[in-house]
T-cell receptor, first 114, second 114 residues
Framework: ETGVTQSPTHLIKTRGQQVTLRCSSQSGHNTVSWYQQALGQGPQFIFQYYREEENGRGNFPPRFSGLQFPNYSSELNVNALELDDSALYLC?????????????FGPGTRLTVT | AQSVAQPEDQVNVAEGNPLTVKCTYSVSGNPYLFWYVQYPNRGLQFLLKYITGDNLVKGSYGFEAEFNKSQTSFHLKKPSALVSDSALYFCAVRDDSGYSTLTFGKGTMLLVSP
């Protein structure tokens, strides 16, 4: 069984630039969620994808967007980067989108915006 | 809206002693509760969950958690702490409203001394 993987591990961008983060879900999982974890904080929900459709969104502006592909892998895109976007971005996959299913997290992508 | 409170930023315990990491929650419906652990520069690892049934839930690495509906609490416990348990612990909640986003607490750093 392959776990959740994310790329890249680290990324440094300049304010105003755009970034794409990638996630491969765990084998057998069709649901992917993205979280932002700022320093010293718990993860905050960005959005979830199920069967290539957005299945819920947290309190993040539209410049945060995503995709899910037929193989259930996913991308998080952030446009017009701001300094406050510096954080650890976590991807999590689950067997289904329902409430009782635990999510399995990848190691994260550390984004630094300068 | 759902929320989670972890009232302690840090918990210190000596190896071999019992440990408790506290969590209280607020949801509008029935709660689904989760504990995750995060080691440095790593993603979150699932420890255990409460969905329904027994109030005492057993999880990975000897951890357990006690659900108390009247006190809206879900404290994480372990009878005998190990130095290797030192990490950041997150409590998370979902409700049964049909939306499966996880809401996390801010985390509690557990330090186990030899």
């Amino acid at each position: 069984e392959t776990g959740v993987t994310q790329s890249p591990t680290h990324l440094i961008k300049t304010r105003g630039q755009q970034v794409t983060l990638r996630c491969s879900s765990q084998s057998g999982h069709n649901t992917v969620s993205w979280y932002q974890q700022a320093l010293g904080q718990g993860p905050q929900f960005i959005f979830q994808y199920y069967r290539e459709e957005e299945n819920g969104r947290g309190n993040f502006p539209p410049r945060f967007s995503g995709l899910q592909f037929p193989n259930y892998s996913s991308e998080l895109n952030v446009n017009a980067l701001e300094l406050d976007d510096s954080a650890l971005y976590l991807c999590a996959s689950s067997e289904r989108p329902g409430q009782t299913y635990e999510q399995y997290f990848g190691p994260g992508t550390r984004l630094t915006v300068t | 809206a759902q929320s989670v409170a972890q009232p302690e930023d840090q918990v210190n315990v000596a190896e071999g002693n019992p440990l408790t990491v506290k969590c209280t929650y607020s949801v509008s419906g029935n709660p689904y509760l989760f504990w995750y652990v995060q080691y440095p520069n790593r993603g979150l690892q699932f420890l255990l969950k409460y969905i329904t049934g027994d109030n005492l839930v057993k999880g990975s690495y000897g951890f357990e958690a006690e659900f108390n509906k009247s006190q809206t609490s879900f404290h994480l416990k372990k009878p005998s702490a190990l130095v290797s348990d030192s990490a950041l612990y997150f409590c998370a909640v979902r409700d049964d409203s049909g939306y499966s986003t996880l809401t996390f607490g801010k985390g509690t750093m557990l330090l186990v001394s030899p």
